[in-house]
């Protein structure tokens, strides 16, 4: 095949290096295209775990440009242009989603953003290569100006609409993770009684702000709005402590602060009962079940008025709080007795009281509610309970060959059911645990006795709240890899993550 230089063709370039080489170049050019195509129908049908964008929507053009340049390189058609416009892409690509998130590649995960950028323009300087049709073009003669015309403006075009909505989303300063736009992470810091507030796409602090004595537990409300945070004068006191020895509790401290969710600023402090721990809210927002510690009570309040609408006889004191999906029922763990009692919802009186193990100390359901699973922070271990029968079914021990006994503590299940992810207090790991196989799926060093767990809402990233080092840990849970330490107040304890706020899940390269 002979190769006729077109000196009209800025991009094209004579073959250098024939034979084995060539064929290489073909390879590479049809493995990178085919590749770079299957992000197209992710982003439009949401295929692979991600979730459809709109057509007319920065995502929806980039789509676009993978629909129309991954074809064209793949048979070596306007290859240069087309290599072109996929590398802008890709820039903008990494400029918009990653370089927000650190200033290395390795740290911002940009890449494979990077590695296509490359690629596409090694491609764009050396064109199509004699096995393309752009080759075959010139050596037939017939050159197709008007198709070669068309597909290049259609190429300008959404190249020009890509770079546009980039510029206008800077101009918005909303250049970010579109994993994680929207999206923000409150922790409480038991020590030094204040809230910490964290930008999940940034992953930095956007403020601390002072709350009360020794806040704990923390929910987030359905509409997003406000927070309920439970805080307590009790002192602080280890299992095993004297009580004798402690100074008195400081009652007027106790209650829930309902935290407007845009300020941090306290609207309220709810009397919910004595030394309030945990707490977890209905799904239409009416109603807080609190537990109290100190008097072995859980508190149904009524969230309008900020009255307790009734007060529940529970186990030694009570914990961990969560309500089944279906709203019917309540779980509390009741540490000092071993422990979880069952609490109906419509007539706030208990069912049922199951024994599960020692010292139980939080609670999570399946989406389903048909499972629940009880963190035993003296059984290093936790406990799948059948959450539709009210019965014991097993106990999972969560100890590894050559560490340290886990004391389970937080707990939290990604939103479809995949993976239950509880974090081991002394060990300072997070253990994973796959509810499909009934199995543990191993563990992660994340940090010095991790309390809190909090998943964002696609389930891909864990955040644990790590005591005595005063950090939240990021965890990539796709790589098991803890890529970031975000420092916070002191103590931090309970960590709760929002729901996403108009933005989809986007997997990009």
């Not at 994680?180 to 810091?189: D, Q």
């Not at 050559?402 to 300072?428: C, K, Y």
Request: hydrophobic residues 40%.
């Amino acid at each position: 095949m002979s190769i006729v230089h077109d000196e009209r063709r800025p991009f094209e370039r004579p073959p250098a290096l024939p034979g084995w080489t060539e064929s290489a170049y073909l390879c590479l050019r049809l493995g990178v295209a085919i590749l770079f195509v299957f992000h197209a129908p992710q982003k439009i049908f949401g295929w692979w775990g991600s979730e459809p964008f709109p057509l007319l929507s920065l995502r929806g053009v980039a789509s676009g440009i993978e629909l129309v340049t991954g074809p064209l390189i793949a048979v070596g058609y306007l290859t240069s242009w087309a290599a072109l416009a996929a590398a802008a892409e890709m820039a903008v690509a990494y400029f918009l989603v990653h370089a927000p998130r650190g200033a290395w590649p390795i740290e911002n995960h940009g890449e494979l953003a990077l590695l296509y950028f490359l690629v596409f323009v090694y491609i764009t300087v050396r064109g199509g290569g004699p096995y393309s049709l752009d080759a075959r073009q010139r050596e037939s003669g017939a050159p197709h100006a008007r198709m070669r015309a068309a597909l290049a403006a259609a190429l300008a075009v959404c190249v020009v609409a890509y770079v546009y909505g980039f510029s206008v989303e800077r101009a918005r300063g909303a250049v970010v993770d579109a994993t994680a736009r929207g999206v923000r992470l409150f922790v409480t810091n038991e020590m030094s009684g204040d809230l910490t507030e964290i930008d999940a796409a940034t992953e930095t602090v956007v403020r601390t702000v002072p709350l009360g004595k020794r806040p704990r537990g923390i929910k987030i409300s359905p509409d997003q709005k406000s927070l309920y945070v439970a805080m307590t004068g009790s002192p602080n006191a280890g299992p095993g402590v004297d009580p004798a020895t402690l100074p008195p509790p400081d009652r007027s401290a106790d209650g829930i602060g309902e935290v407007d969710a845009a300020t941090l600023r306290v609207k309220r402090i709810i009397p919910a009962g004595a030394d309030p721990e945990q707490l977890d809210i209905s799904a239409d927002g009416t109603r807080l079940y609190v537990a109290c510690e100190d008097t072995a009570t859980v508190s149904a309040v009524d969230v309008p008025s900020g009255r307790v609408a009734a007060v529940i006889k529970v186990g030694n004191e009570p914990e961990g709080v969560a309500i089944r999906p279906d709203g019917k029922v309540v779980y509390v763990a009741n540490e000092a007795d071993g422990t979880v009692s069952v609490i109906d919802t419509n007539t706030n009186t208990p069912v049922t009281r199951i024994a599960v193990g020692h010292r139980p100390r939080s609670i999570a359901f399946l989406p389903d509610g048909t499972r629940a699973y009880v963190t035993l922070e003296n059984d290093a271990a936790f406990t799948i309970v059948d959450a539709i029968r009210h019965r014991f079914v097993q106990l999972v021990p969560l100890n590894e060959p050559g560490l340290p006994n886990p004391r389970p503590m937080g707990i939290a299940v990604t939103p479809d059911g995949s993976s239950v992810f509880v974090t081991t207090g002394s060990q300072g790991r997070l253990s994973f645990f796959n509810p499909v196989t009934n199995q543990p799926a191993g563990s992660l060093a994340v940090g010095p006795r991790p309390w809190g767990v909090a998943l964002m809402p696609d389930g891909r990233t864990a955040f644990t709240a790590n005591g005595p080092s005063n950090d939240v840990s990021v965890i990539d849970v796709g790589t098991r890899e803890v890529r970031k330490h975000i420092p916070v107040g002191t103590r931090p304890w309970g960590i709760a993550a929002t729901s996403y706020t108009n933005v989809r899940v986007m997997e990009t390269p």
